[in-house]
């Protein structure tokens, strides 16, 4: 809604940056609609796990992040 009352639609676009501490993304930057693979390492970490981190933005400034351990 703008600032005389109109109400217009629009379409928001979201972009998620991928970040993994071991293996190989695919394709690290994914929008609506697409995907990526993540190739596992071939043999575990030592001592730790391993982490993957999803960044998603959107065009007005807006983050979020997702972080997974295995």
Do not use: C, H, Y
Not at 8 to 31: L, M
Not at 40 to 68: C, K, W
Request: hydrophobic share 35%; charged share 25%.
């Amino acid at each position: 809604m703008n600032a005389v009352g109109t109400t217009t639609a629009e379409t928001e676009v979201f972009e998620t940056t991928w970040f993994v501490s071991d293996g190989a993304i695919e394709n690290p930057r994914t929008r609506v609609g697409e995907s990526t693979e993540w190739e596992t390492p071939a043999s575990a970490p030592v001592g730790r796990q391993s982490v993957v981190v999803g960044v998603l933005r959107d065009e007005r400034g807006g983050t979020a992040v997702l972080i997974r351990k295995f």
